[in-house]
């Protein structure tokens, strides 16, 4: 096969994903146009948002309300199966939808928030990125909360972060 050939074939298969793609987003306008649907967010939906949203009329996603620190809530939706980490990225993008209908473009550093800050469920950590949520207890309708402090990974314990010294651990008697 030449090279040729080979691009030809991948720009065919570019132009089938982009008619693909343009074909969804009109189908998902027409949608959205349904006064049955008047409760959906019109902007930024994509597939698996509206997945999520269908498979929550259905009974199998479940709504769960965020509680922030200054005791502002918000809700999302995830399916049954949801990890902690489908909850995270959940929280990301609805958080980041708010923030940029509110305040325009906003840089959150996702990264710092997941290490300064964990969500708890009835005094339960949710900790582990790859536990299901049904394993702490989540259910429909369930409320969960910001907590200010982030767990050692090698120690699972709570614990507040440590500031390093980069000679923490060099002595004076090391020196000649």
């Known amino acids: ?21 343009q074909r969804m987003e009109s189908l998902l306008s027409t949608l959205l146009q349904d006064p049955i649907l008047s409760d959906v967010p019109k902007h930024s939906l994509s597939v698996s948002d509206v997945d999520v949203l269908i498979n929550l009329e259905l009974g199998s996603a479940i709504r769960l309300t965020i509680t922030k620190m200054d005791n502002t809530s918000f809700e999302v939706a995830v399916l049954n199966s949801a990890t902690v980490r489908d909850l995270k990225v959940a929280i990301r993008k609805k958080v980041n939808e708010m923030e940029q209908a509110s305040m325009g473009h906003r840089h ?9 800050y964990c969500l708890t469920h009835d005094g339960a950590k949710l900790i582990d990125e790859n536990s299901l949520l049904s ?4 259910r429909n309708n369930s409320k969960l909360e910001f907590l200010p402090y982030v767990t050692a990974r090698l120690q699972q314990k709570h614990s507040r972060r440590r500031k390093h010294r980069f000679f923490h ?7 000649t």
């Open 1 to 21: 096969m030449d090279t040729s050939t080979s691009s030809s074939k991948h720009e065919i298969e570019e132009v089938n994903r982009e008619k693909a793609r």
């Open 108 to 116: 959150i550093s996702w990264r710092h928030v997941w290490a300064n």
């Open 135 to 138: 394993a702490y207890g989540v």
């Open 169 to 175: 651990g060099l002595s004076k008697k090391c020196r």
